[in-house]
């Protein structure tokens, strides 16, 4: 301030321009400064000459050398190493080897600890055999049982059509406890020409049959292996129509027909099952309905049965009425 309490100025004129410059060249050195030995060095490097440059870059191997953490090369030659490794075990698609054989190491390291499994407690098995169960769970003469793994076991089991449920202990030191429930084969089920065995709930147990299912229902259709349960249940009720069906068609996922043995197709209404079925009995019983010369009976219609006969049956039929003709007409002419 001058004497008279006025602000001072200065003499020099302003000039913004300059003043920038100035402040941009305070700025770089500045920041210059504060840069690590590194990125001067590198700035510099960018700027020199070709010539220049081959000598610049021992200088920064060496600078390198200093500030970087020690046996870092080893690192990076380990991690080089490994990262090649592992691109090659991908490409060569050998990751289920590797890992097969590092847990076979493992368990073989376990084993010699004693932990091998000495023995096996197997319960609910029926169909399935030991050998069977093992291999379902995964477990074989290498498995130890300190890695084994019992969820996994029990969900391999679950994965089993044949296996409703299972339950895995590990009894240490080297004994192991599976308990299964299985299912139990209920019914041959067909659909689109393919034969599968399956269970009450409806699922396959197999894609074939062997012959110790042959003797098992047979229900035939789309939706059938799902609703066999329920119908089979309610024929039952009816030994006299069980024992002479051969087997149940699910039509149109609505209703069902029956294939008797001798090949009489009877057509069951969609609803009130219960009573068409309660009828067929009581004919058979009475009338022999099943072993009349027959192809097909219709029940579709609540409030009536219509019986198709066999050609020699209708032709016979057909013939007798012709002759009943003839005798009325020779019965009027006398």
């Known amino acids: 301030m001058d004497g008279g309490g006025r602000l001072s100025r200065s003499v020099r004129p302003l000039r913004p321009q300059a003043d920038l410059k100035m402040a941009a060249l305070g700025a ?16 510099r490097f960018r ?89 379902i769970g995964g477990v074989n003469g290498r498995s130890s049982l300190f890695f084994l793994d019992a969820a996994a076991v029990r969900d391999k089991l679950k994965a089993n059509p044949w296996i409703a449920d299972a339950n895995v202990l590990k009894l240490y030191p080297n004994r192991l406890q599976i308990d299964v429930t299985e299912r139990t084969a209920f019914a041959l089920w067909q659909e689109d020409g393919r034969l599968s065995v399956i269970a009450d709930d409806g699922a396959v147990l197999e894609n074939y049959v ?18 066999a349960r329920d119908f089979l249940a309610l024929l039952d009720r009816y030994p006299q129509v069980r024992s002479v069906t051969k087997a149940a068609i699910f039509v149109g996922e609505r ?26 009995s009581k004919l058979d019983k009475e009338d022999r309905l099943f072993s009349r010369d027959i192809v097909a009976i219709d029940m ?16 016979a039929r057909e013939d007798l009425f012709k002759a009943q003709d003839k005798s009325k007409k020779k019965a009027g002419a006398a």
């Open 28 to 43: 770089g050195i500045l920041l210059r400064e504060q840069l690590s030995p590194l990125a001067r060095f590198w700035a």
């Open 47 to 135: 700027a020199a000459k070709p010539a220049v440059r081959e000598q610049s870059s021992n200088r920064f191997i060496a600078t390198l050398e200093r500030y970087a953490p020690r046996r870092v090369g080893i690192a990076a030659t380990v991690l080089m190493l490994t990262g090649s490794l592992a691109l090659g075990v991908v490409k060569g698609n050998h990751v289920d080897e590797m890992v097969e054989a590092f847990s076979d190491t493992r368990n073989a390291a376990a084993n010699a600890a004693g932990f091998r499994i000495a023995s096996v407690i197997l319960n609910g098995r029926k169909q399935l055999t030991q050998d069977e169960i093992l291999a």
């Open 210 to 227: 062997s012959r110790r299912f042959m003797s098992l229902p047979l229900v035939v259709g789309k939706g059938a292996d799902s609703g």
């Open 255 to 280: 209703r069902w027909n029956l294939r008797l043995k001798d090949g009489l197709d009877i057509r069951l209404p969609e609803n009130d099952v219960g009573n068409a079925l309660a009828m067929l």
């Open 300 to 315: 579709r219609l609540s409030d009536r049965l219509t019986v198709r006969l066999s050609e020699d049956a209708a032709k």
